[in-house]
């Protein structure tokens, strides 16, 4: 099976700017979540989508929003970008979602400088 | 509530010695626990998952971890560093009544040659 795609892998905008990021999921996993890394702050946890519906959702402002099509393939977008938008972001696959104890797929991430 | 702790941001050890990273967790059901690992500029990989059955769980490259209840901990460890265990390892806790994943903030595991 492939694995968790994310595209693209690097990204270089400037403030004021909105960006869109893309993650397929392996196939037949319907649960797909993002996450923000960064060096002051860690690994964050954004949003999941499961079935096309935002199931959970973290502590960050309306900038950052997503979706998720039928096929699962998710997107995440950040409108107005930041400085502080600078960062790692990665996208985790699941058969059933985040909790419940299942483990998680991660992408390779994509890369995101905001100038 | 669910929480995780990793005790250390940074572990330094030298080739070929016996590595330590802690983790203590704190969960209000039956927890899973997970350890991944991130090498640098890429995603992270699933190193071993403890899901209730033997409370030594074995995972990749060496890597092993032990649950132990009465100390609410998730220790990995592996007895002997190579080089390329040099990266950042994840401790997470996942509830199974509950749809939250916490991430622990991360050790970095420096080898020393």
């Known amino acids: 099976k492939a694995g968790v795609t994310q595209t693209p892998r690097y990204l270089i905008k400037t403030r004021g700017q909105q960006v869109t990021l893309s993650c397929s999921p392996i196939s037949g996993h319907r649960s797909v979540s993002w996450y923000q890394q960064t060096p002051g702050q860690g690994l964050q946890f954004l949003f999941e989508?499961?079935?096309?519906?935002q199931r959970n959702k973290g502590n960050f402002p309306g900038r950052f929003s997503g979706r998720q099509f039928s096929n699962s393939r998710s997107e995440m977008n950040v409108s107005t970008l930041e400085l502080g938008d600078s960062a790692l972001y990665l996208c985790?696959?699941?058969?059933w979602g985040s909790g419940g104890g299942g483990e998680q797929f991660f992408g390779p991430g994509t890369r995101l400088t905001v100038l | 509530a669910q929480s995780v702790t990793q005790l250390d941001s940074h572990v330094s050890v030298s080739e070929g010695t016996p590595v330590l990273l802690r983790c203590n967790y704190s969960s209000s059901y039956s927890p899973s626990l997970f350890w991944y690992v991130q090498h640098p500029n890429k995603g992270l990989q699933l190193l071993l998952k403890?899901?209730?059955?033997?409370?030594l769980v074995k995972g990749i490259n060496g890597f092993e971890a032990e649950f132990k209840k009465s100390e609410t901990s998730f220790h990995l460890t592996k007895p002997s560093a190579h080089m390329s265990d040099a990266a950042e390892y994840f401790c997470?806790?996942?509830?199974?009544?509950?749809?939250?994943?916490?991430f622990g903030k991360g050790t970095r595991l420096h080898i020393l040659p």
């Open positions: 403890y899901t209730s059955a033997a409370t």
């Open positions: 989508y499961f079935s096309e519906t």
């Open positions: 997470v806790v996942s509830d199974r009544g509950d749809d939250k994943i916490i």
């Open positions: 985790a696959s699941s058969p």
